[in-house]
Each structure stands twice: as structure tokens, then as C-alpha cells.
């Protein structure tokens, strides 16, 4: 299994460029289903969870591959009548976001059966609240053999209100009242710029919808869609944590492609942290202090501080110049990182949802495990700042979601290479 080995040291100076987002990829492939013609997708990262959700919707008979020729980064989905709506076990507990074929499935064939994602290392992830939306819409819900089959001959439109915010949730009933008959409102809708971008992408495929990238959401159903050629928005997750690498190095980095808007809660903190950040035309430009300062952090949902910055902005503070409070909102049980950090010499304490990280002076390499996606880049920021060599192993979470990190380092000065 691949390793990735920091050496670190080195203050990160240069212009890197952001990748397209992985959580904005996911649901608009899951939307590539609803509509009759082929559907382009551009500006895809080259992910193992893209491919695992290309080859789901192979497997359910659609057609679904990486474009030749355009480095792996435009997608070609079509999903023509004969499609067998069914997600097997197999695919879905490798990616959980598989579930977001649910909504379109049902919308647009009327029936589908899709393996009940289970629970995963940073929480236990529930999707009662996805069920309930498609309730309300009129869908025949059953649990059997730890599979969901739904059914409905034609959705009705209805009033949603979640009672958690949730992400792919809000992006699953939404993806099914595009085409239920009537009007559908969402409430307590999440408010991500990866919802607002499935919505501009839905309606470009003929959908109506309005208020998506606030909390309430209207859609007039509609009764076919179209394919559509969209480009997906920048990694908001990757360019915080491309910022944060900056930040702990005392680098001057320009992440290009950034998108200041999707991170006023992580540019706030990093500005805190005593860094200085300017937006400039071509995206976000961070430069890290001498001497970084302890801030106090919730993450909450969005526009709040996003838990997928949770572990990354940990790394950062373990060094800062006095002790900050992080308290996590969202999962119940998103702080794995802490041990290995530790491990790395940090001093942090965890209480309940909350973590008291007191910043130390340096952190020293060390062999260490990723245990998650956001937790393995915040291991790789670390060994960027210590002393000596972080060996990354389980880097299979890494490639996940983020591509080619070590390469992007790399081209800043990092000494970070992916060992086989
Ligand atoms: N929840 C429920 N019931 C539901 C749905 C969610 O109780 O039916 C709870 C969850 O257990 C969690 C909270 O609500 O405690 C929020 O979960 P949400 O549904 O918003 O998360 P998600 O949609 O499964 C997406 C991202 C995650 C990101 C979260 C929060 C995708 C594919 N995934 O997950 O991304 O952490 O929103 O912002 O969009 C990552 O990229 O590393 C990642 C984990």
C-alpha cells in the first residue's frame, strides 16, 4: 500500500491550482440519471470515488465514462430507458454518497433498490432524513435485507422541513422533486455551494427551481429533463486545506481557482490564526505568520466552519502560540486525527465534542495512519511543519478525495513523495 513521506521544514511559496470539488462531482453525476440525453461533465477531479460511482452507474446498465483525451477530467454520463435501478452492496459501502442515485432513480423510473449505506469512521451517518423526503413526496419506502426499495408511479410534490441539516440529503430530495408533479418547498435545506451548484446543473437540464444556497427551497416539477454540459465549481475542502499548508510552512501560496465566497468561515479563522489572506483575481493568496495564534472554532453547517477543515485547521493551531478550543457539530466522531497527532508531539485533549489544543513550540515526524479522508491531509500539513520525516500510511483515504496532494506540494517546495 502506498505511503506518502513528508519531509518537513520547507516554508511552501508559489501558485497552485485548485482541482474541481469532489462533494459538488458526486450528486451531479448522481443528476447525469435524470436526464433523457447524455450529460458532459467538466472540470471533474481524478478520484477513487468518481470512478467507484462511474462504475455503479455501469453497473446499473447507464453509460458512464472519463472522456479520452481530456485528462481524466470531463465525464460523459447517459442514462438511456433500459437502466436497471439498483445499487448494489458491493459499491455502496465503498462510498457512501452512492445513495445519492436514490433520489433520481426514483424520480425518473419510479422504482429503486439501493443498498443502506452503513455507518463509517467518523460517524454513524444515518439517511432517515433522505427517507423522509421521499415519504412526503409519495414514495413507497421498505427496508429489506439492507437495501432500501422505493416506489412510486409518479412523485407528488409536498412540504419537506428536514429536521437535521443535511448535505446529500437536501441534495437527494431535491434531485427527486425536479420531476414529482406539483410544487415542492424544502425547508431547513442545506445551504452548500455543492447543493447550489446540482441546482444550477438541474436547471440547466429544464428543472425550476429557487432558493437553493439559502435554506428554503422551491421546485415546480417538471416532467422530463434534458442532459447538460456543466462544469463543476472549485474544491472549496481542498483550497482550505491548500491555504492551511501555507499557513503552517509560514509560506505565501496562491491557491488559483479558490473561490473566496464558499470560504468566508475558513479565511476568518486563518485571518485569527494571524495570517493574511487576499483575495486576488485569480483566487486566494495566503501568507503565513512567524508565529501563528490560538483561535476558538465551531464547526457548524454552511456558511459556518466546515467540519471537513475540522482536522486540517487542527494541525495548524497544535502550533500556534497559546491553546484553542475546537468544538466538533456535525459528526460524533470526527477527531481520530488527535492520536496521531499527538503521536507527532502536539498537545491535545479531547472532552466530549470538544478538543483543547495547546500549540507547541515543534512537532516531530513520525510514522502515523490516516484513518479518514480530512484527517490523512491533516497528517501530511503536520509532517509539512515538523521536524524530520512523517511517514502517511492508508493513503487510499488521501486519493478519495484529494488529487495528486503530494504533486501539488511538491510544486510549491515541498519535499513530500508517495512512496509504493
Ligand atoms: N444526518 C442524519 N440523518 C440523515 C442525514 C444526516 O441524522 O438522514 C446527520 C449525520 O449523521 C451528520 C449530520 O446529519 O451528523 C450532517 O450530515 P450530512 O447529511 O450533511 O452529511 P453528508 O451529506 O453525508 C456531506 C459531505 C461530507 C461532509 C458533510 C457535512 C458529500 C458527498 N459528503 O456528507 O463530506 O462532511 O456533508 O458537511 O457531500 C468529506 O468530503 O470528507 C465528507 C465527509
Redesign the pocket.
Known amino acids: 500500500m502506498d505511503q506518502i513521506h513528508v519531509e518537513g521544514g520547507v516554508r511552501l511559496e508559489g501558485e497552485v491550482q485548485v482541482s474541481g470539488s469532489?462533494?459538488a462531482t458526486?450528486?451531479l453525476m448522481a443528476a447525469a440519471l435524470l436526464g433523457e440525453g447524455p450529460t458532459l461533465l467538466r472540470n471533474v477531479p481524478d478520484l477513487a470515488d468518481v470512478t467507484t460511482l462511474l462504475q455503479l452507474l455501469r453497473t446499473m446498465g447507464a453509460d458512464a465514462e472519463r472522456v479520452p483525451g481530456a485528462e481524466r477530467h470531463v465525464l460523459r454520463i447517459h442514462a438511456g430507458p433500459d437502466v436497471v435501478p439498483e445499487a448494489p452492496y458491493d459499491l455502496v459501502r465503498r462510498m457512501?454518497?452512492s445513495v445519492?442515485v436514490l433520489g433520481p432513480l426514483l424520480a425518473r423510473f419510479g422504482r429503486a433498490r439501493v443498498s443502506l449505506p452503513g455507518g463509517c469512521a467518523?460517524?454513524?451517518?444515518?439517511?432517515?432524513?433522505?427517507?423522509?423526503g421521499f415519504r412526503a413526496l409519495g414514495a413507497a419506502i421498505s427496508l429489506e435485507g439492507g437495501y432500501v426499495e422505493a416506489r412510486a408511479d409518479r412523485l407528488r410534490g409536498a412540504t419537506v422541513r428536514f429536521?437535521?441539516?443535511?448535505?446529500?440529503?437536501?441534495?437527494n430530495v431535491l434531485m427527486a422533486a425536479v420531476l414529482a408533479e406539483g410544487t415542492t418547498v424544502l425547508e431547513n435545506a442545506?445551504r452548500?455551494p455543492?447543493v447550489e451548484d446540482l441546482a444550477r446543473a438541474l436547471t440547466a437540464m429544464g428543472a425550476r427551481i429557487q432558493g437553493a444556497g439559502s435554506d428554503l427551497i422551491t421546485v415546480e416539477g417538471v416532467t422530463r429533463l434534458h442532459g447538460v454540459e456543466h462544469t463543476v465549481i472549485a474544491d472549496r475542502?481542498e483550497s482550505g486545506t491548500l491555504l492551511v499548508a501555507a499557513a503552517i510552512t509560514g509560506g505565501d501560496v496562491l491557491v488559483k481557482g479558490a473561490v473566496a465566497a464558499h470560504l468566508d468561515a475558513v479565511v476568518g479563522k486563518l485571518r485569527e490564526a494571524g495570517c493574511t489572506v487576499v483575495a486576488t483575481p485569480d483566487g486566494l493568496r495566503c501568507k503565513g505568520p512567524p508565529q501563528l495564534h490560538p483561535v476558538d472554532v465551531q464547526t457548524t453547517?454552511?456558511p459556518g466552519f466546515?467540519?471537513?477543515m475540522q482536522a486540517q485547521l487542527m494541525a495548524l493551531l497544535s502550533v500556534a502560540d497559546g491553546t484553542s478550543v475546537m468544538s466538533e457539530n456535525?459528526?460524533?466522531n470526527r477527531f481520530m486525527h488527535v492520536a496521531e497527532l499527538r503521536r507527532m508531539g502536539a498537545d491535545i485533549r479531547v472532552e466530549g465534542h470538544t478538543a483543547v489544543v495547546k500549540g507547541v513550540h515543534t512537532l516531530s515526524g513520525a510514522p502515523v495512519m490516516a484513518t479518514?479522508?480530512?484527517a490523512s491531509a491533516s497528517l501530511i500539513l503536520a509532517g509539512l511543519r515538523a521536524s524530520g520525516v512523517t511517514r502517511v500510511a492508508r493513503v487510499y483515504h488521501l486519493d478519495r478525495?484529494y488529487e495528486g496532494l503530494e504533486r501539488k506540494l511538491q510544486t510549491l517546495g515541498a519535499r513530500a513523495t508517495r512512496v509504493k
Open positions: 469532489k462533494n458526486l450528486p457512501r454518497a445519492l467518523i460517524g454513524a451517518r444515518p439517511i432517515d432524513q433522505h427517507l423522509k429536521d437535521k441539516v443535511t448535505v446529500t440529503g437536501t441534495e442545506a452548500e455543492e475542502i453547517e454552511h466546515p467540519t471537513d456535525i459528526f460524533e479518514d479522508l480530512r478525495g
